[in-house]
């Protein structure tokens, strides 16, 4: 899987309601043709609650069916907005109902939604980039001092001036060093105003603030490393250990479906914290200081995390480099142990078309590393650890059971609210897709529209994407185009495959 935009992110959820889940749903039942004050929150411990599992997966008939379970549902908050447009939501709703949202488009959908809750809105809108309806200041806050929650004008006035300076070529490096320095204050104390616990996986608005908060973090402390601003100083010590808190945080939240820039600032804010300087700053800071949390890299996945994250991201060029750097390395693992582990990852994701890139890598390697280090060294790989996130097999269960509902069913609520909870747990899970059009069952041949649009959202030419397609029955009565598009498909899987295996 890549990292895409999340810009879709509604469209793809009013896709789910409208492909053959019928338009005619019967406005009483959903009652949103009128507004509605929404009801307080459950409390757990009433008689007849399902304390047991608070998110089961059974048909919802109406609006205040979707009430009840967005109590104790994120995903279902997150579909209060779509599903029941009509609703009142107060400010813990709406809080919850933002941290669903994943992308800038979804987030500029919201600001008029939250008229009457700024903090919010300040939210919103700096994830939008939103122009702020007052002048540019003539200079930049101090990161160091300034006040910057909650989120206002004046705020985004300094967030636009910063970026204005960072897109001129002939910036000085002091006012480029404060500009990436406000701007990570910024993302850094909007993520922290979130109100988040410590370890646990993000929700997607908190990984939306966080690539702009790794990019301008980790170029902060870069930049102020080549030269020093007077009045930094604690600014640029608390930045790192920030950044790795953060780190370690997405380090526990799934990866598929990060949006471009995260994906990109995943990676290369761990090379710079792994790297000699930060690591020994951050842990001499642990020991001066009592307050200071005791972070280090070694709360990070291990190497064979980081190379399927690659591998997952499209990244394949990088995840051989990668793996290459660590196994030739004094005192690494050795060159063979890593290239069986990538071997592996490749044949699991049907990358096949890279095994011959990766012997010439290894052979390269080879070349300029001693022979001590070809074969397996006597520090071994650590092993794969337990993550906080359900593998593909358990997605796909999950959405099959929603779409088993939908299945059969008239147009009606349920129908359209089942299909947009299998869309919220696939749309960014294409192995979980694949897992699931492996069943092909009438449940699943009856969504083969659904499937296929989610798989076209994240498509990256890879032949894992070309192979159910070109495997899925032909539907009847498909156009001239769509019979055309089949064959080139057909074509370029064979083209493909015989690449992969010449005779």
Request: aromatic share 4%; charged share 25%.
């Amino acid at each position: 899987m890549i990292p895409v935009s999340r810009g879709a992110g509604l469209v793809i959820v009013w896709l789910a309601c409208s492909l053959g889940c019928g338009d005619k749903v019967d406005a009483g039942s959903t009652s949103a043709a009128a507004p509605i004050e929404a009801p307080a929150q459950p409390d757990p411990a009433q008689p007849g609650d399902d304390a047991s599992d608070p998110d089961p997966v059974a048909p919802v008939p109406d609006c205040a069916a979707l009430q009840q379970r967005a109590a104790r549902s994120n995903p279902d908050v997150g579909l209060l907005p779509v599903l029941c447009p009509g609703l009142r939501l107060d400010h813990s709703q709406l809080r919850r109902v933002l941290l669903e949202v994943g992308s800038a488009a979804e987030a500029a959908a919201m600001v008029a939604a939250l008229d009457h809750d700024a903090e919010l809105q300040g939210l919103a809108r700096l994830a939008m980039l939103d122009h702020s309806s007052q002048p540019l200041p003539s200079e930049l806050p101090d990161p160091a001092t300034a006040l910057l929650t909650p989120i206002d004008d004046r705020i985004l006035a300094a967030v636009e001036l910063a970026h204005a300076l960072l897109r001129e070529p002939e910036l000085d490096e002091l006012r480029r060093t404060m500009a990436h320095a406000l701007l990570a204050r910024v993302y850094l104390q909007a993520l922290a105003s979130l109100g988040l616990r410590a370890g646990r996986p993000l929700p997607p608005f908190a990984r939306l603030l966080a690539g702009p908060a790794l990019l301008h973090g980790r170029s902060f402390c870069r930049f102020y490393w080549q030269r020093r601003v007077a009045g930094l100083e604690r600014t640029f010590a608390d930045t790192e250990v920030e950044l790795l808190a953060l780190l370690i945080d997405l380090e526990n939240t799934p990866h598929a479906g990060d949006p471009a820039l995260l994906a990109i600032e995943r990676q290369r804010t761990r090379a710079y914290l792994e790297s000699s300087g930060p690591t020994g700053r951050i842990a001499a800071r642990a020991r001066q200081r009592s307050d200071a949390p005791a972070l280090g890299t070694d709360l990070l996945l291990p190497l064979v995390h980081e190379l399927d994250r690659l591998f997952d991201h499209g990244f394949i060029e990088l995840a051989l480099d990668r793996a290459m750097q660590r196994g030739s390395a004094t005192g690494g693992y050795g060159l063979d142990p890593l290239a069986a582990v990538v071997t592996e990852d490749l044949r699991a994701r049907d990358l096949r078309e890279y095994e011959r890139r990766l012997a010439r890598r290894l052979e390269r390697a080879r070349r300029t590393t001693p022979s001590s280090r070809h074969g397996a060294s006597s520090r071994a790989l650590e092993p794969e650890l337990p993550v906080e996130w359900p593998n593909a097999a358990r997605v796909a269960e999950e959405a099959h059971a929603w779409l088993k509902i939908a299945h059969g069913r008239g147009p009606d609520f349920a129908r359209s609210h089942a299909r947009a909870r299998a869309v919220k747990a696939l749309r960014w899970r294409p192995d979980a897709i694949h897992e699931l059009l492996g069943a092909n069952d009438d449940v699943v041949r009856s969504h083969h529209d659904l499937l296929f649009a989610l798989l076209d959202a994240v498509d990256d030419g890879a032949l894992a994407r070309l192979r159910p397609r070109v495997a899925a029955p032909w539907p009847e009565g498909s156009s001239q185009t769509a019979q055309d598009t089949r064959t080139r498909r057909r074509f370029a899987l064979a083209t493909r495959d015989a690449l992969l295996h010449p005779r």
